[in-house]
């Protein structure tokens, strides 16, 4: 049942943001509504919606504070199904907050949080979903290059990616199809940001 709202909302999001804008207050509140589910039972769902969000609003974007980026990481840390929904979409979550524009604190934790999740997390999925998270921030003139360049990303990002070809093999089907794409981009990301345009 809850599935179903959310997906309501989402098509309201996507297709009327003026529908939940008619009053300024209603999208932060709809936001913190949102980060006030803490059972995670429908997390995919919610973060979805947390996601179609921020897209429809940016400027919710100083609403979220260092425990809603907690509460995004611990659904992101959170396996609640088997092919690892709840944890693709943290990081969808994370991508689109870090593609609007935000302070050095947050991308550096951000950061932090999908670099532990490429090495780590056991779904070729989630590293799919990381590594385009990866692009899609520090591609944009919103990510903070002096992070990426800190913690190193562009030299992580490639030694994974030999491994994450591998697994995309083994996946087969639609998912090797898209782990395929993405290792394509991926080469083309570490040549644009190593400055070999």
């Known amino acids: 049942m809850l599935d179903r709202c959310y997906a309501v909302l989402q098509a309201i999001l996507g297709l009327a943001p003026e529908a939940a804008s008619a009053n300024p207050a209603v999208p932060a509140r709809l936001f913190a509504a949102l ?10 769902s919610m973060l979805q919606t947390l996601k179609a ?10 609403s979220v ?26 990081v969808s979550v ?29 779904s070729v ?6 590594l385009n998270a990866f692009m899609d921030i520090y591609g944009s003139d ?6 990426f360049d800190d913690l190193r990303v562009l030299v992580e990002v490639q030694q994974q990616a030999a491994t994450f070809k591998r697994r995309g093999k083994e996946a087969g089907g639609e998912e090797q199809m898209q782990v395929k794409e993405t290792a394509l981009n991926v080469k083309r990301f570490a040549k644009y940001m190593s400055g070999g345009n």
């Not at 504070?65 to 092919?83: C, N, R, V, Y």
Request: charged share 20%; with cysteine; net charge negative.
């Open 65 to 90: 504070t260092k425990e809603a980026l907690q509460f995004i990481f611990a659904a992101g840390a959170k396996a609640t199904s088997p092919d690892a929904e709840c944890r693709q979409a943290a």
């Open 53 to 62: 969000l921020l897209a429809a609003f940016p400027t919710l974007q100083p």
């Open 125 to 130: 999925m989630v590293a799919d979903e990381v």
């Open 142 to 147: 919103e990510g903070h290059r002096t992070v």
């Open 94 to 122: 994370l991508a689109a907050l870090c593609t609007a524009p935000h302070t050095e604190q947050i991308d550096r934790a951000v950061c932090e949080f999908l670099l532990e999740a490429l090495r780590t997390d056991p």
């Open 35 to 44: 980060l006030s589910n803490t059972s995670l039972v429908e997390g995919a």
